[in-house]
C-alpha cells in the first residue's frame, strides 16, 4: 500500500487539490478554503503562497485562505475538509513542484480525452495490463472519478480497466469551461460505453454498474453485444409499481424533475444547497466528491436531465438482456431499495442476485473485501482472455 503522506504536507495539499480539482475547476471565482484551525496572519500567508506554488504545478486555480469557515459555501467547505490545512513548516526548495508531479504521477493518473459519438468530449481513464479482459466501470452520474478509485485500482491488477466521467458535468483541464449541454437521454449515455471502448480499442468488456450506472449498464448491454456480461451494484431502477423505492428515491427524483424545468429553478435550488447545512447530509470523507453535481446552478440543471433521464427510464424495457449479470444490494440500503435489485435480478434470464445483510449504498464504492472478492469470482467466471483488439 502506498504510504499516506502527513496532513499539511506539501504532498497531502498535492494529492487533495487534486482530489478536489472538479470543484475548482468549475466554480465561477476563486474557492475560498478555511484552515483546520486559525492562523496567525504571517501564517495564513505563508500557507496561500504554499498552496499557489502547488495548485501553479498542478496547473490548478488555487483556492484563497481565509481566517475561518463562517461565511463559506458548502462547496468550500467540502474543500476545506479535504485540505485540512495547517500551518505549513518548513518547506525545501523544489519540494512543492516534486509534491506536485508525484501527485500528478499518482493512480490513476491524468485523464484521457475521448470523443463520445456525438462528439461530446468524455473524461476517461484507463489502467491494467492491456492484454488482460477488460471491465468497464460505469459509475453514478456526476460522481469524480475519484469516487471508484478503489474499483479501479483493486481490479486493474488483473483486469483492463477503463471509466469516464458523466457527460457535461466536468471540465477539461485546459480551464475552457464545461462546453455546450450535451444530449442527456439514456440512449446518449448508454453510448458513452461504447464510445469510451472505442478510445482505448477495446472490442469487449464486462461492465460494473454502480447506482445509477446500472441503469447505464443493462442499458449499453442491451445495445451491444460488445458488453459480455454485467454486474450491477445497488442499482437505482424505475420499475413502476413493480417495486417500492425509499423516501430518498422520491425525494431525488422530484429535485431532478425541479432543476431540470429550467436554468431559473436550478439557479434557485441552488443557493439553499449552497447552505453549509447541506454537507449534513453527505458522508465527511466523500462530501467533496458527493457535491460535485450541486456545485452551480449550471451543473445542477444538467445534473438534473443526466440523472433524470436514467430515473425515469423504466428498466423492465431492459431485462431481456441475455449477458450473465450478477446483481448486488444490502438489506441496509436506504438510497436505493434493495427490492427494486431483487427484482431485477429475477427477470434477467441469466442473472443472480447477493442480496447482502450489511453495507449502505455507499459501501458499494468503498470496493470493500466481501465486495471485491464476490466481484473476482463472478469475473473470473465470465471473462476469458484476448477481450482487447477489434
Partial sequence: MPTVPAAGTPAALAAA????????????????????????????????????????????????????????TAVELAVSRRLALRAPGAVADGEAERAARSALAAFPGPA???????????????????DAPAVIVVSACGMPVGLTVTWLAALSTRYRVLTWESRGLFAPDDGTGLGPPPDPSLTAQSDDVLAV????????AH????????????AAAARSDRVTSLSLWHGDYELGDEAPKTPHQHD?????????????????????????????????????????????????????LLNGALMTADCRQLLDVPQPALVVTSDQDATAHPAGSAFVARHLPRAE???LPTGDHLTAFDAGGELLTLARQFLDSVTVPDRKGT
Fill in 207 to 218: 461492465a460494473l454498474g454502480l447506482c445509477g450506472g446500472a441503469v447505464i449498464a443493462l
Fill in 252 to 304: 431525488i427524483a422530484a429535485l431532478l424533475a425541479l432543476v431540470a424545468c429550467g436554468r431559473p429553478q436550478a439557479a434557485s435550488m441552488h443557493r439553499l444547497m449552497s447552505r453549509p447545512t447541506a454537507l449534513s447530509a453527505l458522508r465527511p470523507d466523500l462530501a467533496h466528491y458527493l457535491i460535485h453535481p450541486y456545485a452551480t446552478p449550471e451543473l445542477l440543471h444538467r445534473y438534473g
Fill in 353 to 355: 442476485l447477493r442480496r
Fill in 197 to 204: 471502448l472505442d478510445g482505448f480499442g477495446i472490442a469487449h
Fill in 17 to 72: 487539490l487534486l482530489d478536489t480539482a472538479s470543484l475548482t475547476r468549475i466554480m465561477p471565482g476563486r474557492v475560498r478554503v478555511a484552515p483546520v484551525e486559525p492562523l496567525r496572519s504571517e501564517q495564513r500567508a505563508s500557507a496561500q503562497e504554499l498552496l499557489d506554488r502547488i495548485g501553479g504545478a498542478l496547473g490548478l486555480p488555487g483556492p484563497e485562505v481565509v481566517g475561518d469557515a463562517e461565511e463559506l
Fill in 112 to 130: 484521457v480525452l475521448v470523443p463520445a459519438l456525438d462528439g461530446t468530449p468524455l473524461r476517461c481513464w484507463a489502467a491494467g495490463p492491456e
